[in-house]
């Protein structure tokens, strides 16, 4: 199962791009990239997924390098409920084990 | 469309007694999976529920034990629990798997808490 690399926390400005970092060097083909955050206490909530190309939804963006070994969660105008811990996670096959790293604890602050 | 629901969403055992946790997946959903989240970790997989019947499990032992009803609603049951069986459990559900890029909807969890 691959796996991911991501710092353990990181701060942000309210109103600014925060930009979350994601190693995954031993990703194969056919293995999507997932975000999911989770704040205290709740279930992770999804966020955005992607294989090879750049994805944009409403609450964020993802960008993947081109040989797919790291990619980066943009959440283009962070708000103080934006304050979460994310997961990044590389989903084997068609199976629903996803592995969970520690994640990245964002703070968004005034 | 309704979302994943779990109940209850707090439970208190004691150390050597039987829990049963459930949830119902959200509409549409036929694959239901448990995760176990213990306090400042990232939750881990349990097992996973297709068809009604276990198709993939985690490094958990054998007293953790699952069903899966025609309905796609599931039960999580923990036989003989101990002190570090403590955490948040998570019931998540998705739609019929085709290329692996099907999303994983989870519910808010279920807090067991064994004295």
């Known amino acids: 199962d691959a796996k991911t690399t991501q710092p353990p926390s990181m701060d942000c400005a309210e109103g600014r791009a925060a930009n979350l970092p994601c190693n995954h060097s031993t990703i194969s083909g056919n293995e999507y990239v997932y975000w999911y955050r989770q704040i205290h206490s709740q279930g992770p909530q999804y966020i955005i997924h992607g294989l090879k190309n750049n994805e944009t939804n409403e609450m964020a963006s993802l960008i993947i390098t081109e040989d797919r070994k790291s990619s980066t969660l943009i959440l283009p105008h962070a708000t103080l409920r934006d304050t979460a811990v994310y997961y990044c996670i590389v989903r084997p096959g068609t199976t629903d084990k996803l592995i969970f790293g520690t994640g990245t604890r964002l703070q968004v602050f005034p | 469309e309704t979302g994943v629901t779990q109940s209850p969403t707090h439970l208190i055992k004691t150390r050597g007694q039987q829990v049963t946790l459930r949830c119902s997946s959200q509409s549409g959903h036929n694959t239901v999976s448990w995760y176990q989240q213990a306090l400042g970790q990232g939750p881990q997989f349990i097992f996973q529920y297709y068809r009604e019947e276990e198709n993939g499990r985690g490094n958990f032992p054998p007293r953790f034990s699952g069903l899966q009803f025609p309905n796609y609603s599931s039960e999580l049951n923990v036989n003989a629990l101990e002190l570090d069986d403590s955490a948040l459990y998570l019931c998540?559900?998705?739609?019929?798997?085709?290329?692996?890029?099907?999303?994983?909807?989870f519910g808010s969890g279920t807090q067991l808490s064994v004295l």
């Open positions: 998540a559900s998705s739609p019929p798997h085709g290329k692996g890029d099907e999303k994983l909807f």
